[in-house]
């Protein structure tokens, strides 16, 4: 090789160096989540019924538990008025399910399952033994309730015919959320850094992932499962095919006691002190962050409105395009 001539894959390398530079990209470049104030998200409507426990959805209304005095509340929608109010004789804990033609709530204090139905409005309840306080969360798949029913982990399978638990199932200890998606229960919770799916046709654990942050809400939608880690401000992405951890998508706020859902092109995130957080499953990153008074309570996405509660009492809902045109 001539003196001072330069091998010819470094004239190969310099000549693509400006197309690897333009190839990787500038984190200063990436352009930061939106961080609006809360008070700049108007509802279209706000229920003061109380300290809401659980929310959910029907065909044509939407239902609320609320622990004082203890009843359901049943929505229209629409905006109207309630359209109807339920006393339960027990206080409710955890959540409540909309299935099988009723709302469906757990009864800790007397240990019962309660069920209203969607049309006369009854209310009959069934005993549950195992409840505990601990206990309530609760999602409906399968032809079947599922019951997280104390903290160590025991979930109840019950047949939503006669009320009665039919099968026990035993997640990790502390496991606090459920939920259905993808013809499987999927549950987190507890000190593991865990979530964990099980076979409805079995009864049985069939996988457990690996998610760090100790999550302790779930969702699912968007072909993901998606895990809150509250303690650590961070939302998992799982893919349900595979078990794996596909993202750790940062909120950069704190998430601790928060709620998690998914609908109408977003992940919804809601915690004390962070009413509001919007990910974009498109490209696993957070592009608003509302801050605030506001939120913290149950969160839930139906009939195409944000149904956010607010921990010291009260419903609004929410128009989600509202919410991602602002700026």
């Not at 950069?252 to 992940?267: H, L, M, P, R, W």
């Not at 506001?294 to 929410?318: D, F, K, M, N, Y």
């Amino acid at each position: 090789m001539p003196c001072g001539a330069k091998p010819a894959f470094i004239l190969v390398l310099s000549a693509f160096a400006p197309l690897l530079a333009q190839s990787i990209p500038d984190p200063a470049a990436i352009r930061p989540a939106l961080s609006l104030p809360f008070a700049r998200v108007s509802a279209e409507a706000t229920h003061d019924i109380g300290t809401v426990t659980g929310i959910g959805s029907a065909a044509s209304n939407v239902w609320a538990v609320v622990r004082e005095p203890a009843r359901v509340v049943k929505l229209d929608p629409a905006g109207k008025a309630e359209p109807g109010t339920v006393a339960l004789p027990g206080e409710p804990c955890g959540g409540l399910a909309v299935d099988f033609g009723a709302v469906w709530i757990p009864l800790c204090d007397t240990r019962t399952l309660a069920r209203v139905d969607l049309e006369s409005l009854a209310v009959k309840t069934t005993p549950l033994g195992a409840l505990q306080p601990t206990g309530g969360a609760l999602t409906t798949g399968i032809g079947s309730l599922w019951i997280l029913a104390d903290e160590a982990g025991t979930m109840l399978r019950v047949d939503p015919d006669s009320g009665h638990a039919v099968a026990d199932v035993y997640l990790p200890r502390g496991t606090s959320a459920l939920a259905f998606g993808l013809k499987s229960i999927w549950a987190a919770g507890g000190a593991a850094d865990v979530v964990v799916r099980v076979n409805p046709h079995t009864n049985l654990v069939d996988k457990s992932m690996a998610a760090a942050g100790s999550p302790g809400r779930i969702t699912v939608g968007a072909d993901a499962v998606w895990a809150l880690a509250g303690k650590t401000g961070a939302v998992v992405r799982i893919d349900p095919a595979s078990g794996r951890v596909t993202a750790t998508i940062a909120l950069g706020v704190k998430a601790d006691g928060g709620t998690i859902a998914v609908g109408e092109g977003s992940v919804w995130v809601s915690a004390p002190g962070t009413p509001l957080v919007r990910i974009d499953p498109r490209t696993n990153r957070v592009d608003q962050v509302f801050t605030g008074d506001g939120g913290g309570g149950p969160l839930a996405v139906a009939h195409a409105s944000i149904w956010l509660a607010a921990g010291t009492g009260g419903l609004s809902r929410i128009d989600p395009r509202l919410v991602t045109a602002l700026r």
